[in-house]
Nanobody, 124 residues
C-alpha cells in the first residue's frame, strides 16, 4: 500500500513562494510518475505538474508554466513542487498522486494513489 505524505502548504501573500513536498516513506513510487493536482472550492480537481520516474521529463498546466517547478531525484522518495509568484487564483488544496506508469501523465485517471492534500491559500 502506498502512503503519501504531503507538506509545505500554508498562507502566503500574492507574489510569494511555497515549496510543497510529497514523501513516500515506504519507497514504493521510485519507478512511477508522480504529479500534483489541485482543487479549488467549487471547482473540479485539475492537473498542475507531473514528473516521470527518472525526473528527466516534466509536464505543466498552462497556469503553472514559468512559475512552478516539479522535481525529484532519481531513486529518491520525495517529489517537490516549487511555486513562485503565487496568485490568489492558486488557492486550492494540492494533492500528490502516483501514476500507474513511469510517465509524467496529465490525465487524472492515469494516477492510482493519492495523498490527503495540503492547503495553499494566497491572499491579495
Amino acid at each position: 500500500q502506498v502512503r503519501l505524505v504531503e507538506s509545505g502548504g500554508g498562507v502566503v501573500q500574492a507574489g510569494g513562494s511555497l515549496r510543497l513536498s510529497c514523501a513516500d516513506p515506504r519507497r514504493t513510487f521510485t519507478n512511477n510518475g508522480v504529479a500534483w493536482f489541485r482543487q479549488a472550492p467549487g471547482k473540479e480537481r485539475e492537473f498542475v505538474a507531473g514528473v516521470n520516474w527518472r525526473g528527466g521529463d516534466t509536464a505543466y498546466a498552462d497556469s503553472a508554466k514559468g512559475r512552478f517547478t516539479i522535481s525529484r531525484e532519481y531513486g529518491a522518495n520525495v517529489v517537490y513542487l516549487q511555486m513562485n509568484n503565487l496568485q490568489p487564483e492558486d488557492t486550492a488544496v494540492y494533492y500528490c498522486a502516483v501514476g500507474r506508469s513511469a510517465a509524467a501523465s496529465t490525465t487524472q485517471s492515469n494516477y492510482r494513489y493519492w495523498g490527503q492534500g495540503t492547503q495553499v491559500t494566497v491572499s491579495s
